[in-house]
């Protein structure tokens, strides 16, 4: 699937920590309005037999960061996939430590074995899990594509620079609607 008639990529759609532990609180955007559009896109991309990655997040890598020091796991059921996504067993789910969905070991390895050159990235933060995620991808030299309408941010200031200061340069910016 390409989101430019232009391209021949072939797309795997990454879904960013819709679960139990980040999805409470305050949003820039309702989870409510998020995981039903997150869920059409999966089924869209099963039906077309490219892959749906699930990536969830149980704790943090080992460096210290203003915000604590070293290693931490967060409690369980912290990364519970939410209600309503429809994870299916033929999809990939990979729980990780780190922001990018891609620092997980072997997704890179796994997605180029299937031919996959794009990667469509949907979920929650858009400003930590989405935007390093994205920026790891364009690196790794994917086409990368994020889909506006299915991801979303703690507060709309960091979901509102994410999206019109940092990701416009690393990726093409879409709505759900232009994948059908």
Do not use: C
């Amino acid at each position: 699937m390409s989101t430019d008639a232009r391209t021949t990529s072939r797309s795997a759609l990454v879904v960013l920590d819709l679960q139990l532990g980040t999805t409470v609180g305050p949003k820039a955007h309702a989870i409510d309005e998020i995981v039903p559009r997150v869920r059409e896109l999966a089924d869209l991309f099963r039906s077309r037999g490219l892959p749906v990655v699930w990536a969830t997040v149980d704790g943090t890598p080992a460096g210290r960061t203003s915000h604590g020091a070293g290693r931490r796991m967060f409690p369980d059921g912290f990364a519970q996939l939410v209600d309503g996504l429809g994870a299916q067993d033929g999809d990939r789910h990979l729980v990780r430590r780190s922001w990018s969905a891609l620092a997980a070991p072997d997704v890179d390895h796994d997605l180029r074995e299937v031919g996959i050159t794009e990667v469509v990235i949907v979920g929650i933060a858009t400003s930590f899990g989405v935007e390093s995620t994205a920026r790891q991808a364009y690196d790794l030299g994917y086409d990368v594509v994020i889909v506006e309408d299915a991801v979303t941010d703690n507060t709309v200031e960091a979901h509102e620079h994410s999206m019109t200061r940092v990701l416009p340069a690393l990726a093409r910016i879409i709505r759900a609607s232009d994948l059908g």
